[in-house]
């Protein structure tokens, strides 16, 4: 009798299972099915539809072309057109990240320095500014900026320092790809150096008195705190920024055109992408280049994560 009742009474406090679905989800999921058929139509139904195309032969976004297999992928290996491509977008997306991050990190530091707020918030919203502008305006600003003959702003301003040659900003094949990286540099250094502003207040103040203590200046606490402490952002804007650099395109058809130009060397592999789908209307050769682009891109994420969780380790 007594062990009956001890079983009845823990059968009355297990807690019941829940039913799969109750009227709150069936609420959740009413206010959430607009988003969810969103993300459906627009982002999961495009990705698979498009691995289909890239395996077939189309003139258009129909899905009924001739399958041809691998064809559309192999052909994109041996296009020398799409090496090229993909080498200025390794060329012009290192550059950009590698001095974007540099920069942004040493111009934060400088302004987390200022002991006048007033100044720090000035020079935030400086740096910031050039972040609220479309990549169109900036393109269309830098094309007079860098405007190849003398009466360009910059060759103009050369000509002071006997640099009497004028330098083909953007008409230069040798030149080009790094008039591009100048351009991005200067639409992108103040969202970083916000990043990173609000990565060097987070700081705890004990590190740097435990320093100073033991006698560390203030290169020594910058070199041996500060960017130790700050390695999850840099790792953040190491990934971000090669996603970026690898999907480049607005500012190099802008610039260069369809063709890349001058002389295919703004060529990235999201404009060839462009060309062949919308240009030569190969829309499986299209497809299969993008996910080309997308499994380049996800082996470096990946590379970049498995490095920093490695690190990670070693601590």
Not at 47 to 57: E, G
Not at 88 to 112: E, K, P, Q, R
Not at 119 to 134: C, E, M, Q, R
Not at 176 to 189: D, F, H
């Amino acid at each position: 009798m007594i062990v009956s009742n001890e079983m009845n009474a823990d059968k009355r406090m297990t807690p019941k299972r829940k039913k799969w679905f109750t009227r709150n989800d069936w609420t959740g999921y009413l206010f959430s099915a607009p988003l969810i058929i969103g993300v459906l139509a627009f982002a999961i139904y495009p990705m698979f539809a498009a691995l289909f195309i890239s395996f077939h032969q189309t003139s258009g976004l129909s899905l009924n072309g001739k399958w041809v297999g691998l064809s559309n992928y192999r052909y994109a290996l041996e296009d020398p057109v799409f090496w090229q491509a993909l080498t200025n977008t390794f060329l012009m997306g290192v550059l950009s990240v590698v001095l974007g991050i540099v920069l942004s990190f040493v111009l934060a530091s400088l302004i987390n320095n200022l002991k006048w707020n007033f100044g720090k918030n000035f020079f935030k919203a400086v740096y910031f500014l050039p972040n609220v502008v479309s990549a169109v305006a900036t393109s269309l600003l830098f094309s007079f900026l860098f405007f190849p003959s003398k009466e360009g702003l910059l060759n103009f301003v050369l000509s002071w320092f006997g640099v009497h040659h004028p330098i083909g900003w953007f008409t230069n094949p040798e030149v080009s790809r790094y008039s591009i990286v100048l351009m991005s540099l200067w639409g992108a250094l103040g969202y970083n150096t916000i990043i990173f502003l609000a990565g060097l207040q987070s700081v705890p103040r004990d590190l740097y008195e435990a320093a100073e203590v033991d006698g560390a200046g203030g290169y020594k606490k910058w070199l041996h705190i500060t960017i130790p402490y700050l390695r999850p952002i840099f790792v953040f804007m190491l990934i971000m920024g090669t996603i970026g650099g690898m999907k480049r395109f607005t500012d190099v058809w802008l610039i260069g055109g369809t063709a890349g130009n001058p002389g295919g060397s703004l060529m990235t592999v999201v404009l060839y992408i462009y060309r062949n789908a919308f240009l030569a209307s190969q829309m499986g050769l299209a497809t299969a280049a993008s996910y080309l682009l997308f499994i380049i891109i996800l082996v470096l994420t990946a590379v970049m994560m498995l490095l920093n969780r490695r690190k990670d380790s070693l601590y």
